[in-house]
């Protein structure tokens, strides 16, 4: 046999490729034209190469699948099974053209999990996304355990690759990631996602056994933990104010530029910059930069009693913003600028108004050095500590 369709559903024949592009194509997964039951490629130096149906010899050596990954959805498709659920492997969407490793069938509700081991590019995880949700799917995506790295139990080291996978059901739940370790059969559960820096993240893990994974446990979240938040970045605030900084590059070069250009050193800035934002994921600058451009050009410069809006502290911020359809998993709109001016306006600095407006109730200045920083820094925390419990 030799055409059979990929994961996508496009046809593979295999008269039209090069050795070398064989060797590569091994690496993926196909299906028989007839009985869309999987089937292997051969491509070696003796026999012509051909696709060849899977037998009871060669089902447990599926050739571009991991055993990591293969133990992974047959844990998920028996777990939801002894449920009673409808579950399927690799069902075939034919309108999209893609096999989630596992679909769930409940309540007219089709859920879509798909396991995720390696890196995929942006623009691959996004289509793949977009496509389940366009078919009616909602898709929920498990992160290989190999891929979690915690530097403590409460703050994560996060990228890129890793924040594309940030769901939110909606406004009344947390941010959240998913994790799964098929071999210690446990689900990971990262909550209450909040960028510390662009490379950390503070987090609230709940582990589950696999046997109490249910659609509605997924639904779960704890409480965010405030004092444990406010703790964590007390640390952090420190850190941001003592951390001997070599050459920065890229944003942070900029910011510091900025800063310089107003003859301000980040030692003095007000303790009210950098402060824990809920959605601040969706900046592409840390807390300190974005912030530190709202209070320096919007705020600061005004008296006690004047006015400013919403969109004066936006537009200074455009640029640094993702947009919403950045992060496909996540199903509301959210405002990490707000929630920065609500947290000022816990502090007593700012009062919101009608249309959008706020007016100015305090000055915050800069400080004059860096001791008087850091006990002003413990003081705001103090503060909000207070005013959220």
């Not at 051969?42 to 050596?61: V, Y």
């Not at 409480?223 to 590059?249: D, G, M, P």
């Amino acid at each position: 046999m030799s055409r059979a369709l990929d994961e996508n559903g496009e046809l593979v024949e295999l008269s039209k490729y090069s050795h070398f592009e064989l060797s590569q194509l091994k690496k993926q997964k196909f299906y028989c034209l007839d009985c869309n039951k999987r089937v292997i490629l051969k491509a070696g130096k003796r026999n012509r190469p051909h696709f060849s149906h899977l037998t009871s010899l060669n089902s447990q050596d599926y050739y571009g699948e991991s055993n990591h990954h293969k133990l992974a959805t047959e844990l998920l498709y028996k777990t939801f099974s002894k449920q009673g659920l409808k579950t399927k492997r690799e069902f075939f969407i034919k309108s999209i053209k893609q096999r989630p490793d596992v679909t769930i069938f409940f309540n007219n509700t089709a859920y879509a999990f798909e396991f995720q081991s390696s890196k995929i590019s942006l623009n691959s995880f996004r289509k793949r996304t977009l496509n389940l949700k366009s078919a009616g799917f909602k898709p929920i995506w498990l992160l290989s355990s190999q891929l979690l790295k915690m530097k403590t139990n409460s703050i994560l080291r996060i990228t890129p690759f890793l924040s594309q996978f940030i769901h939110r059901r909606s406004i009344h739940h947390p941010p959240q990631l998913f994790f799964f370790n098929p071999e210690s059969q446990k689900i990971i559960i990262l909550e209450h996602i909040l960028l510390l820096s662009k490379k950390t993240a503070y987090v609230q893990k709940r582990i589950l056994p696999l046997h109490r994974l249910t659609l509605a446990e997924l639904k779960n979240n704890t409480l965010l933990n405030i004092k444990q938040l406010l703790t964590v970045w007390k640390l952090e605030k420190n850190k941001f104010r003592t951390k001997v900084r070599s050459n920065s590059r890229g944003t942070e070069y900029q910011w510091r530029l900025w800063l310089y250009q107003q003859e301000i050193h980040f030692e003095n800035l007000p303790s009210i910059i950098h402060l824990p934002t809920r959605d601040n994921y969706y900046f592409k600058v840390p807390p300190w930069n974005w912030q530190s451009r709202v209070y320096l050009q919007i705020i600061y410069p005004l008296k006690i009693n004047k006015t400013f809006s919403y969109n004066d502290c936006l537009s200074v911020l455009l640029k640094y913003k993702l947009p919403q359809s950045h992060y496909p998993l996540i199903n509301t709109r959210t405002n990490p600028l707000k929630n920065y001016l609500t947290l000022l306006t816990h502090l007593k600095v700012i009062k919101p108004l009608p249309n959008y407006k706020y007016k100015i109730l305090k000055k915050v200045t800069l400080n004059n050095n860096l001791n008087k920083s850091i006990i002003a820094d413990d003081d705001i925390i103090n503060q909000l500590l207070y005013n959220l419990k």
